[in-house]
């Protein structure tokens, strides 16, 4: 039901745009989000916005550098990554659920498949 894209080997500094298109129109109202797993690591809470683009959260690791937009006529959010650096090398999710917070917290009802990100030094 969600479909993530965009993922790709970028050198340091570089920039990538990531894209998760949702099946149903019921994803046009919920809030959506992207979080990101490293190897080893737990999966963590990168950005979410939700569905009128009034509410916006980023974790402090990418604030300033990545950027979440979505298009709700085409049911797709974006994460437009900028200053791209090695430490955010990882597996990048797409989810979504009916409460802001919950999804915050990882707690989504849906769930995309991850996109790799790889950035090299």
């Known amino acids: 039901q969600l479909q993530a894209s965009g993922g790709g080997l970028v050198q340091a500094g570089g920039s990538l745009r990531l894209s998760c298109a949702a099946s149903?129109?019921?994803?046009?109202?919920?809030?959506m989000g992207w979080f990101r797993q490293a190897p080893g690591k737990e999966r963590v809470f990168v950005a979410a916005?939700?569905?009128?683009?009034?509410?916006?959260y980023y974790a402090d690791s990418v604030k300033g550098r990545f950027a979440i937009y979505r298009d709700n006529a085409k049911r797709t959010v974006y994460l437009q990554m900028n200053s791209l650096k090695p430490e955010d090398t990882a597996g990048y999710y797409c989810?979504?659920?009916?409460?802001?917070?919950?999804?915050?917290?990882?707690?989504?009802?849906?769930w995309g498949k991850g996109t790799q990100v790889t950035v090299s030094s």
């Open positions: 149903e129109r019921t994803f046009s109202k919920f809030p």
């Open positions: 989810a979504a659920t009916s409460n802001m917070e919950r999804l915050r917290r990882g707690g989504a009802e849906y």
């Open positions: 916005r939700n569905w009128s683009g009034g509410s916006t």
